[in-house]
C-alpha cells in the first residue's frame, strides 16, 4: 500500500495543516520538489505527491542502480509475465455510489488550468478479443460524476472508437495510487496486444519475486494494490477539456474529448491519494524513463555498444536526451543521433558521447560538447520534421530537430583523452 511505500522511502515532507486542493497543493510540491510530500487534510483526505521524483528513489525501490533502470524497464517490455488472479484486494472493504468527483481531493493545479484534474489516474479496458490495456490519462472533473479524459490516439483511444462508432460505451476501470512498477509499465509504449498489466508483472517479479496480483472487478483485472478503483464507461459524447499544463510546464489548448461518467468508487482504509504534479519531477519521470528503453533499443540497432542512454531534466525529461556509445566506426554518433530520433518521435535535441562521459552529470556532458564536437561537421539538424505538439515552440507539431555528436575521431582518440591521477 502507498502508506508503507512512503514510510520506507524517508525523506518525506508531512504537512499536518489543513490545504486547499486548488492550488494549495501546488505550492508545497512545488517548494519540495524532488522529496515525497505526505498532506494530512486535504479536505479530510490524506494528498501524497513527488512520491517517485528521483531516479535514485526509484531505482533503490526496486533493488537496483539508476543505471539499471533502462535495461530493467526493457527486460519487462520485451518478457511480460501473467499476473495472478486472487480473490481479494484491500480495496474492495470500502465500495459506494454515493460519491461526489468535486468532493475527492483531486487538486487544480493551476490557475488556468479547465478544473480539477486527476493528473496520477491510469485506466484499465478490455476489448471484445479479451486484450486488456493499461494506461495514464489526465482526467478533468466536469460536475460530481462526470470528467473529460484526454485520450491520444494509441490503444485505449482505439477501444473506445471502435465502440463509440456503433453508438456504445466503453466500461473502465480507472485506479488512482500504485507502485511505481505498474506506474512505469502504464506509461511505455508497446504493440497493441501486449498488456501493460503483465510488464508490471514482469517488473514485479524482478523485484520483489512475485507476479503482480490483480482481482477482477466485473470482468475487468484491477491490481490489488490500487488506493482508489473507480467504474466508469467512456461515452461517444464529446466536450470540451483543457485548458492543462502538461510536461512543458506550459498550457496545452483546449480539445474536444470524450465525456467519461464515473459509477462507482473503491478505495483501501485510510486511502491516500496521489497527485502527481504536472510539470514536476515526478511527471517527468514517469512520462520519460518508459522512453529511454525505446532510444536504448534504436540505437543498438546501429551501434553495437551502448552504455545509457538519459532523458534529461532540462528537456522536462521529453525533448532532450544524452546516449552514450563506443564508437567502433567513423560516423557511429551521427547513426546514434538518427536512431535516438526514430527511437522517440517527440524528441528534439540528442547529444551523442564517449563511454567516459557520465551521463548524469550535466557538466560532464556540456565539457564533452566543449572539447569534443565542431558545429561544421558535428551537427545534424533535420528540420521540419514531427515533433511533439507539447512542445510550445512547434507548429502544428513540426519541429527542427537537431543532435551533438561529441564522440573523439577515432584516428585521434588520444588527443582527446583527459587527464587522470
Not at 504537512?15 to 497543493?25: A, I, N, R
Not at 539499471?68 to 511480460?80: G, H, K, V, W
Not at 503483465?198 to 519475486?209: D, V
Amino acid at each position: 500500500m502507498l502508506r508503507e511505500i512512503i514510510e520506507r522511502l524517508g525523506e518525506t515532507v508531512i504537512v499536518e495543516e489543513p490545504v486547499s486542493k486548488e492550488l494549495g497543493v501546488t505550492r508545497y510540491l512545488v517548494k519540495y520538489r524532488d522529496r515525497p510530500v505526505l498532506f494530512r487534510d486535504v479536505d479530510g483526505w490524506e494528498v501524497a505527491g513527488n512520491i517517485w521524483s528521483t531516479r535514485e528513489r526509484i531505482a533503490s525501490y526496486l533493488g537496483i542502480t539508476k543505471e539499471d533502470l533502462t535495461r530493467f524497464i526493457a527486460d519487462a517490455m520485451e518478457n511480460p509475465a501473467p499476473c495472478r488472479t486472487v480473490e481479494k484486494a484491500p480495496f474492495l472493504r470500502n465500495s459506494t455510489g454515493d460519491f461526489s468527483l468535486r468532493e475527492l481531493p483531486v487538486p487544480k493545479y493551476y490557475p488556468k488550468d479547465g478544473g480539477q484534474y486527476f493528473t496520477s489516474a491510469m485506466v484499465i479496458a478490455k476489448d471484445d478479443n479479451g486484450f486488456v490495456n493499461l494506461s495514464f490519462h489526465r482526467i478533468m472533473v466536469r460536475d460530481d460524476k462526470p470528467a473529460a479524459i484526454r485520450l491520444v490516439p494509441r490503444h485505449l483511444y482505439s477501444m473506445w472508437k471502435d465502440k463509440a462508432e456503433r453508438g456504445e460505451e466503453l466500461d473502465v476501470r480507472i485506479i488512482v495510487g500504485n507502485p511505481i512498477h505498474l506506474l512505469l509499465a502504464g506509461a511505455v509504449s508497446t504493440a497493441y496486444g501486449i498488456s501493460e498489466l503483465e510488464i508490471a508483472s514482469r517488473m514485479s517479479e524482478k523485484a520483489f519475486g512475485r507476479p503482480l496480483e490483480v482481482v477482477d472487478l466485473d470482468g475487468i483485472p484491477v491490481p490489488v494494490e490500487s488506493e482508489f478503483v473507480f467504474e466508469a464507461r467512456i461515452t461517444p459524447e464529446l466536450v470540451d477539456e483543457g485548458p492543462f499544463v502538461d510536461i512543458t510546464g506550459t498550457y496545452d489548448y483546449v480539445r474536444k474529448q470524450p465525456l467519461v461518467v464515473f459509477e462507482r468508487m473503491y478505495h483501501v482504509d485510510s486511502p491516500i491519494f496521489h497527485a502527481l504534479l504536472p510539470g514536476g519531477y515526478e511527471h517527468f519521470m514517469l512520462m520519460g524513463l518508459p522512453k529511454e528503453p525505446q532510444i536504448y533499443a534504436s540505437v543498438k540497432r546501429v551501434v553495437p555498444k551502448v552504455h545509457g542512454v538519459r532523458l534529461t531534466e532540462g528537456g522536462a525529461m521529453w525533448l532532450h536526451a544524452v546516449v552514450s556509445i563506443t564508437k567502433q566506426h567513423d560516423g557511429d554518433g551521427k547513426n546514434a543521433i538518427l536512431a535516438a530520433f526514430a527511437g522517440h518521435p517527440s524528441l528534439k535535441h540528442v547529444v551523442v558521447v564517449d563511454e567516459d562521459i557520465n551521463i548524469y552529470d550535466d557538466r560532464e556532458v556540456e565539457w564533452a560538447i566543449a572539447t569534443r564536437f565542431q558545429a561544421d561537421r558535428d551537427l545534424v539538424i533535420i528540420p521540419n520534421a514531427r515533433g511533439s505538439s507539447l512542445d510550445p515552440s512547434s507548429t502544428k507539431s513540426l519541429t527542427a530537430k537537431w543532435g551533438i555528436d561529441a564522440t573523439k575521431p577515432l584516428d585521434r582518440k588520444e588527443e582527446f583523452e583527459r587527464a587522470r591521477v
